[in-house]
Structure formats: structure tokens, C-alpha cells
């Protein structure tokens, strides 16, 4: 039990701090729901700014609840291709004691935030924002 209790602190600890771009990316739309009594399923709708295709990305989606408290965060797909000023779907499933604070939060209660640390564009250049 004193395990699955440490897995659930480590996977809501807050966002990554560091340098990163924030304006990237939004969450524009996210839903839950229950599949079991042990899982969750989660589907996030990510919205891009950016003004070029991007192949793979280095980046961080945290939920926050309306105190500011850290609900849990969870690394996209690296691999993920994302259409200039375009959306990508992501989902995945969520054991006990890390997303299910949302099953009982109002969507007002929540707010999201994503942080970019790198990515490649379709033309094979990269950008890092994590540099110090």
C-alpha cells in the first residue's frame, strides 16, 4: 500500500519548473471517465500556435485544481505530429490515484497548463526551450 501511495505522490508532483515554452500549446478540451473500478480513461484535445508542422515534441500536461494544487501531469506522445496552428488527441489510461480527482471536479474547477521543453519541426529543424 506504501507503494502505490509513493507512485500516486511522484505522478501528481507539480509540472516541470524549468525553462519552457508555455504558449506552444494549449489543452482545449479534456474529458474523463471511469472503465473500471481501477482505471480511468483520459482524452485530452491539445491545440497548437505554432506556425510550423511539428513531428516530435518534448513537453509536459499538467492539471491544476482552483487553489492552484497539483492534480497529476503526464508526458505527451513524443512522437506526436501536430499541424501548424492544427490539434492532436491524446488519451490514455489512468490507474487509482492519479487523475481521479477529476471524476469529481467541475471542468471551471480545473485549469491545465503545458510546458514545452523542445521540439522538431516537419523541415528537420529543432527548437529547445529548456536552455538555461
Known amino acids: ?11 501528481a508532483m507539480p509540472a516541470y519548473a524549468g525553462p519552457c515554452n508555455r504558449d506552444m500549446l494549449s489543452v482545449a478540451a479534456w474529458s474523463i471517465e471511469p472503465i473500471d473500478a ?35 501531469s503526464f508526458e505527451m506522445n513524443r512522437d506526436a505530429s501536430i499541424p501548424a496552428g492544427g490539434a492532436v488527441e491524446e488519451t490514455g489510461r489512468w490507474g487509482r490515484y492519479t487523475f481521479e480527482r477529476l471524476l469529481n471536479l467541475r471542468h471551471d474547477e480545473v485549469t491545465t497548463s503545458i510546458c514545452v521543453k523542445a521540439v522538431v519541426y516537419e523541415d528537420g529543424t529543432i527548437e529547445r526551450f529548456d536552455a538555461q
Request: charged content about 20%.
Open 38 to 72: 481501477e482505471t480511468n480513461w483520459l482524452k485530452t484535445e491539445i491545440k497548437s500556435t505554432s506556425d510550423k508542422p511539428i513531428r516530435m515534441i518534448d513537453a509536459m500536461v499538467s492539471f491544476q485544481d482552483a487553489l492552484g494544487g497539483s492534480i497529476a
Open 1 to 11: 500500500m506504501k507503494t502505490i501511495a509513493l507512485l500516486a505522490a511522484i505522478i
